[in-house]
């Protein structure tokens, strides 16, 4: 017997990039954070945690100062942004074949086209590509694209530009490749899936072709991981995957000849070294173990006792139930009914042969010689568990508005059923909280009752923690003349409030608009994205005054640069006066139109003639430097001949 390990398992550039990025990050700076798992690998995280990485669930808790690590997977738009907008330094880890597929995204959105990405949506790479743009379409497979296409026969006209998850299997990529090339007459592809993981698969396939067994090393959330796996599978009748040396069955290895041995781009090259090694000790064990089948297989069989936890692997599925062999005497099935609570789901969309499964026994039955499992009963005792823990750590956990009901709303988090009061929906007393229908949101557990199956929490205490941090890190940074991305919160006839990240400030309507203008509404509306700076501040008071207007621009000399006298020019009547009337010539500069000079006859006040917000074309007849006036006439225009009087240039004053 021999093992034969291939030439491309573990990691891949783009991991070992980010875990040495991760490591030299820590080092210089004394410690920093990581946003989740920096890659799919429990050991990894542990050994960088050791040295100063550590794991952070919500950005919330960062500091202006703090160092982040992205992950190799790379994270969404909007999370980056927030760190930016925050002050926090990024190092950026991602790697470089998913900021490729990111870029394609957005630029093809730019394009007017449809960026369409196979692979898996709940994926945190998929899910940071997807953050780049705006109307991403994810889809798992071919199937799922056929399924688009027949519902949605407007989408062969639509231009598509169409990626895959770095992770992606080839097949899967381009069988949907296919039939989008078929079906639509606008696409273009982009073949991102990364070379390292295309070559580490196919050497997988070649080596499953001709092993008894193989064994896949990875973390079980790794996704090239449970690629390899399956695809493995489809060559090799005996496919074990792994995390570790610890978890090799003792006779896994039995009337082989060959065993195969890869790993996915996460697994670091020490835990592959220990599980060849174990391999290769369990084989000569094998060989050298004089015991007779019988003798071993009895030895292996497990006691199986109602109410425990049992781990099995998934031997076949039919309509009504999954067999499962959890290396006991008695053959262990599932019926569908205690495998999901998903009324429309499939046996085979919950799990798959060769899957490794953890069950609750419900029923053991020594003389027929089987056992009843439950995978349902199982997943609710630990989500109970889950729900118990969160309340005890004020943890915040996710999930979807189902319904509205007397007094306030319900939220499923991972299939239980949480009451949230009105008072702790976040919204305003008295709004209709049936549009949080569908809602995805976070929230606190404040109290769990197991025995009446009863859950309460609050969304507001989220989002005020959420909005007093916010509020914070604002105070604690804000400083003159600072820049910030705004949003208009509401209106005055005097100026605008907007919303700078949690506080609001004032723009007053002089800080607008260099043009003169009556009611901020002629510039903005509720809802505006507004780029302001700060004016100044009292932290005391709580008040902030914003600007809008480029001070760094002089109105005059923009004036000054593009006219001169004797030109004429196209102006916006601003004001009506008894002696004239003043005309906006560029923004911020305005010019008058004397009364004598507002016709060609002799009138009696300038309205007879004008009106405010008219655009006139009058010519420019004098212009003051020094006092920085103008005068304009429309009488010139309608007869050159006329002399032009020269003293009428605004006094200061006049226009009050």
């Not at 991602?94 to 196979?118: D, H, S, Y």
Request: hydrophobic share 40%.
């Amino acid at each position: 017997m021999q093992v034969i390990l291939a030439e491309s398992a573990g990691f891949c550039y783009g991991v070992r990039r980010a875990v040495e990025l991760a490591r030299e990050t820590a080092e210089a700076s004394g410690g920093c954070w990581m946003l989740g798992d920096l890659i799919h690998n429990t050991q990894v995280v542990e050994e960088l945690r050791q040295l100063g990485v550590q794991k952070l669930e919500s950005i919330d808790t960062l500091q202006a100062g703090d160092t982040v690590v992205i992950r190799s997977h790379g994270e969404s738009k909007q999370v980056l942004d927030w760190l930016e907008a925050k002050g926090i330094r990024c190092v950026d880890a991602t790697c470089p074949n998913v900021r490729r597929i990111q870029t394609l995204a957005a630029q093809a959105e730019k394009e007017g086209r449809t960026p369409v990405i196979i692979g898996d949506a709940a994926h945190p790479e998929v899910a940071g590509i997807a953050s780049w743009c705006e109307h991403p379409l994810i889809f798992s497979g071919p199937e799922a694209v056929s399924e688009w296409l027949e519902t949605c026969p407007e989408a062969r006209e639509t231009p598509l530009t169409v990626m895959a998850q770095t992770t992606c299997i080839r097949e899967l990529f381009e069988t949907s490749w296919k039939i989008v090339k078929k079906e639509c007459t606008n696409a273009k592809k982009f073949d991102t899936i990364c070379i390292a993981t295309h070559k580490r698969q196919s050497e997988a396939a070649m080596l499953a072709a001709k092993a008894d067994v193989m064994v896949v090393v990875g973390d079980r959330k790794s996704a090239n991981t449970k690629h390899l796996t399956e695809i493995c599978k489809e060559s090799c009748p005996r496919v074990l995957q792994i995390e570790n040396a610890d978890e090799l069955p003792p006779d896994f290895f039995s009337g082989c000849s060959v065993a195969g041995l890869t790993a996915g781009a996460s697994t670091p090259a020490g835990i592959i070294k220990e599980v060849y090694a174990a391999m290769s000790e369990e084989i000569k064990a094998v060989e050298n173990n004089e015991e007779s089948f019988e003798e071993l297989l009895n030895q292996s069989f497990k006691t199986l006792n109602t109410g425990e936890k049992v781990t099995g692997i998934v031997t076949a599925i039919t309509p009504m139930e999954v067999q499962v062999d959890v290396g006991a005497k008695q053959a262990a099935y599932i019926k569908f009914s205690e495998l999901t609570d998903d009324p429309d789901a499939k046996p085979e969309d919950v799990v798959k042969v060769g899957d490794e499964i953890e069950t609750y026994v419900v029923r053991v039955n020594d003389v027929e010689g089987y056992a009843e499992l439950s995978k349902k009963r199982l997943d609710a005792v630990k989500v109970w568990e889950n729900i118990e823990q969160a309340v005890e750590e004020k943890t915040v956990m996710e999930g979807t508005v189902t319904e509205e009901n007397k007094g306030g709303i319900v939220v499923s988090v991972k299939g239980v059923r949480v009451f949230v009061p009105a008072s702790q929906s976040g919204q305003p007393r008295g709004a209709d909280l049936s549009a949080m229908k569908g809602q995805k949101v976070q929230l606190r557990i404040t109290e769990v009752n197991r025995a009446r199956r009863r859950v309460v929490g609050s969304i507001r205490s989220v989002s005020d923690e959420a909005r007093r941090a916010a509020q914070e890190e604002i105070w604690n940074n804000i400083e003159v003349g600072k820049r910030y991305t705004g949003t208009v919160k509401s209106m005055t006839s005097y100026g605008v409030f907007v919303d700078i990240g949690g506080v609001d400030g004032m723009v007053h309507i002089s800080e607008l608009s260099w043009s003169r203008i009556k009611t901020p509404s002629e510039v903005c509306k509720v809802g505006d994205t507004m780029e302001v700076y700060v004016i100044s501040f009292d932290p005391e008071k709580r008040k902030i005054s914003l600007g809008v207007k480029d001070h760094s621009v002089d109105p005059w000399q923009v004036f000054m640069d593009k006219y001169a006298v004797g030109d004429v020019a196209s102006v916006r009547v601003v004001k009506l006066m008894t002696f004239g009337a003043f005309a906006e010539v560029v923004p911020g500069v305005d010019g008058l139109i004397h009364i004598s000079q507002i016709a060609d006859r002799r009138i009696e006040k300038p309205e007879d003639v004008l009106s405010e917000g008219q655009i006139v074309d009058a010519k420019i007849t004098a212009v003051d430097e020094e006092r920085k006036k103008i005068s304009l006439s429309i009488r010139a225009l309608l007869a050159p001949s006329v002399e032009e009087p020269e003293d009428e240039i605004a006094e200061d004053g006049e226009e009050e």
